[in-house]
């Protein structure tokens, strides 16, 4: 089955950066569509990156938009959202998804996506 692992996950200042990395195994193909959701303590889940299979098209949330970038390596499975300008309102639980979805649908919105990891926690301090 697909699996999805996030890393990279931990504690930094207001205005500082992190990097998360995601490995995924059991998928059929290397480009299914991918990205990233956070959960802050109490709220819903939020949907702020995402990245077509080649990598050629990306969406993001407004709350992220100029501070965050989506990339991916597909010979190494991997998927990265580099987050600068961080903000105490961005932590949350950071989660990695992926499912076989088409380009056109592979953007921000209610689609469920298939595949989830086990979160990791991203805490920003003033």
């Known amino acids: 089955q697909v699996q999805l692992a996030e890393s990279g996950g931990g504690s930094v200042e207001a205005g500082g950066s992190l990097r998360l990395s995601c490995v995924t195994s059991g998928n059929r193909r290397s480009n299914y569509c991918m990205g990233w959701y956070r959960q802050p303590p109490g709220k819903e889940r939020e949907a702020i990156a995402m990245i077509t299979g080649g990598g050629t098209k990306t969406d993001y949330a407004d709350s992220v938009k100029g501070r965050f970038t989506i990339s991916r390596d597909n010979a190494k499975k991997t998927l990265y959202l580099e987050m600068n300008s961080l903000k105490p309102e961005d932590t949350a639980v950071y989660y990695c998804?992926?499912?076989?979805?088409?380009?056109?649908?592979?953007?921000?919105?209610?689609?469920?996506?298939?595949?989830w990891g086990q979160g990791t926690q991203v805490t920003v301090s003033s």
């Open positions: 998804v992926s499912d076989p979805v088409s380009d056109f649908g592979c953007q921000i919105g209610p689609y469920e996506y298939k595949y």
